[in-house]
């Protein structure tokens, strides 16, 4: 089944630093790649997502990119405020037509910016 | 339009006591999801329902077990609790093609087995 490896396990940042988050997948089938914010105590929410016919995608401040080659994507995030401290989990998505969908998360990046 | 919905918040379990968890969803989503939460360990993810009257094994699937009531309902059994049971239970409902995919989770279940 899909792997996904997330890197790095904690991330500590001053506040107008950029973050980045890095993961890798091992199923070439997969094809969208979400990533999820979550803070304490609340459910995960979709944040951004890149599909695999896209190599780059950018909304304000948040961006990701996707390598299909080299199976691994990433989340940057610039002029981070404290309001980005969560915990940031990426996750492969393999749809195989139909019904048929599976989503696959790695173990999540707790981001902490320091005002 | 209350997306998926997740019963109870929270529960306290004593070993060996049996409970289930309750998700519905009001999206018409054919495919339901039970993931647990484990600090450092991400998501991972128990039984899912690719569409109403089947269920899988995912990740994690050893002491659950899971129904797929109707469309709307996906319900996570725990016949024996136990004490590594201790997690966070989300409920996920996906729906989408290809081009327009979206994954919407409920507020989660905390549950503590002493």
């Known amino acids: 089944g899909e792997n996904v490896e997330q890197h790095p396990s904690t991330l500590s940042v001053q506040e107008g630093d950029s973050a980045v988050i890095k993961c890798t997948y091992s199923?070439?089938?997969?094809?969208?790649f979400p990533w999820y914010k979550q803070e304490l105590g609340k459910r995960p929410q979709l944040i951004i997502d890149?599909?695999?016919?896209?190599g780059e995608k950018k909304d304000q401040r948040i961006a990701v990119t996707l390598n299909k080659t080299a199976k691994h994507f990433s989340l940057h995030i610039t002029e981070t405020q404290p309001e980005d401290s969560a915990v940031y989990f990426c996750?492969?998505?393999?749809?195989?037509?139909?019904?048929?969908?599976?989503?696959?998360f790695g173990k999540g990046t707790l981001l902490t910016v320091n005002p | 339009n209350a997306g998926v919905t997740q019963t109870p918040k929270f529960q306290v379990l004593k070993t060996g006591q049996s409970m289930t968890l309750q998700c519905a969803q009001d999206?018409?989503?054919?495919?339901m999801y039970w993931y647990r939460q484990d600090p450092g360990m991400g998501l991972r993810l128990i039984y899912y329902?690719?569409?109403?009257?089947?269920?899988d094994k995912g990740e994690v699937p050893n002491g659950y077990n899971v129904s797929r009531l109707n469309k709307r309902e996906f319900s996570l059994r725990l016949e024996s609790a136990a004490p590594s049971q201790t997690s966070v239970y989300f409920c996920?409902?996906?729906?989408?093609?290809?081009?327009?995919?979206?994954?919407?989770f409920g507020q989660g279940t905390r549950l503590t087995v002493v």
């Open positions: 996750a492969a998505f393999y749809y195989s037509g139909g019904s048929n969908y599976k989503l696959t």
């Open positions: 199923d070439s089938a997969s094809n969208y």
């Open positions: 890149i599909r695999s016919n896209v």
């Open positions: 999206m018409n989503h054919n495919s």
């Open positions: 329902s690719a569409s109403e009257g089947t269920t």
């Open positions: 996920a409902s996906i729906t989408g093609t290809f081009m327009n995919t979206e994954a919407f």
